[in-house]
């Protein structure tokens, strides 16, 4: 496995309080891979996700592109953000101009693209997140869900090698939802590296193919869902609940388990249930 980005031994603590939010931090993301970061409220994982673009400096430790540390001159640190982008969780703290299509083409001027490309490309990736019909409406107009993928089509626009969301799906109704996991699915099929931040252990157990846990500044658990959220006793203890049909699933007796994987959807589950006529019964439907 390689990794395009590492955080090595890295403590930092914010300017205005002694507490420090990262402590010895190590943590690898894996090329190519759908990632889930969890960790309860307070944990880190913002934090880290600064570290990332370079924002926040570590008081120790380094962090690594592919292998090479961090350089924070001007200009290395403009092509860091090109590699790597960042959705905040919150769109305000992301959207600056008036409008979808003036935010979006913001990005792309400031990267220096060549003015003749900017209209075709903003206006391709508006499309791509079914913003076309937003694009001049004013941005305080929209909901919060039009903002987010405002946001998400304003970092996508530069086609970061490595996409990091802090909770995208916060405050997102359902369908939203979907249409954002349908939009990453996309994207990284396309082969780009996404992280996810999220409190939601379903999200993660569904979507993510890479599972990171962050507990009090450090990175305590790595590996597949299944690997991850097999460890019951560890996931309660960092505050953490269990993904649904993993629970659900241990309740369907061994004998009909037996060497079946723990389905990941429930679409899945259902499957497995009509299969085994057995467990309806058991559980009374
Ligand atoms: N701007 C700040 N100034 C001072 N302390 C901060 C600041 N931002 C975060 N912290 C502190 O750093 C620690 C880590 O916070 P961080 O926001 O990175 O956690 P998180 O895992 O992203 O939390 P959440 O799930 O709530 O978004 C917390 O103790 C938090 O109080």
Known sequence: MSFILEARDINYSYPATDAQALRGLNLRIPSGKKIALCGHNGSGKSTFFLHAIGIHRPAAGGMLWKGE?????????????????????DPEQQLILSTPYEDVSYGLRNAGVPESDISLRTAHILASMQLTSLADKPIHHLSLGQKKRVALAGVLVLAPELLLLDEPTAYLDRA??????????????????????????????????????????????????????????????????LPLLLDLWQAVPERLRRDAAPPRTAEAFKRFLLEQREAWEFLNI
């Open 69 to 89: 540390p961090f350089s924070y001159r001007q200009d290395d640190l403009r092509t860091l953000r090109r590699q790597v982008g960042l959705v905040f969780q």
């Open 176 to 241: 939203s939802e979907q249409q954002l996991l349908a939009e990453l699915d996309r994207i990284h099929a396309q082969g780009m590296t996404v992280v996810m931040a999220t409190h939601d252990m379903n999200l993660a157990y569904a979507w993510a193919d890479w599972v990171l846990v962050m507990d009090r500044g450090t990175c305590v658990m790595e590996g597949t869902p299944a690997e991850v959220f097999a460890q019951e006793e560890t996931i309660v203890s960092l505050g953490l609940e």
